[in-house]
């Protein structure tokens, strides 16, 4: 079914409801942007549909409406998104994401599991211009350096690495009590493991 309003002839608002859809299924848009009804009504639904379980995103290609499906992403973070995406490259990991303002640990926390990344960093060699530090050879004066560390975090890091080994990557790191994974993610870009 399919209602409008005209009000002094400039603006047209319309309803579409689908037969047996529940009262809140109801979709406003106004036909002068949003276009054709069906489409508009196809699109709010696909936007709204939850991810599957195993569903994942791909941030390097997704476009805006695909990233408002992740969960703490509205319009507006997803097209800083996209934006950031296009004029600096692809993120590369969830911690390139943490570029884009907006995006900080809670919301990379929150994204991690739904997210896939289908291109390398666009810094691959270095981050923020600085050589990537070594997380194997650098003692805890370098890593109290890096953003959200620290000196008892560091110290931490040293403290596991002795006891346990060098690290193999950022699975390994991810296992310093202490270290939350959203931190982890946010400095992987800057570490290497030799």
Not at 90 to 113: M, Q
């Amino acid at each position: 079914m399919l209602g409008g309003l005209a009000l002094a002839g400039h603006l047209v608002l319309a309803a579409f409801v689908t037969p047996g859809a529940p009262p809140g299924g109801v979709q406003l848009f106004d036909l002068a942007t949003d276009g054709d009804p069906i489409a508009h009504r196809e699109l709010s639904v696909a936007r709204a549909r939850p991810l599957g379980a195993d569903e994942r995103i791909d941030v390097d290609r997704a476009g805006a409406e695909d990233l408002t499906r992740l969960p703490g992403i509205g319009p507006a973070l997803a097209r800083r998104i996209v934006a950031d995406r296009e004029a600096r490259g692809a993120f590369g990991t969830p911690a390139g994401l943490d570029r884009v303002a907006g995006v900080g640990p809670a919301i990379l926390a929150r994204l991690a599991p739904h997210l896939r990344f289908s291109a390398p960093p666009a810094e691959a060699s270095t981050t923020s211009g600085g050589p990537l530090l070594d997380v194997n050879r650098v003692g805890a004066p370098e890593l109290d350096a890096l953003p959200g560390i620290g000196a008892v975090r560091a110290a931490a890091i040293v403290a596991f690495r002795d006891s346990v080994g060098p690290f193999r990557g950022v699975g390994d790191l991810r296992r310093v009590p202490g270290l939350p994974a959203a931190l982890v993610a946010r400095i992987a870009p800057r570490l290497s493991f030799h």
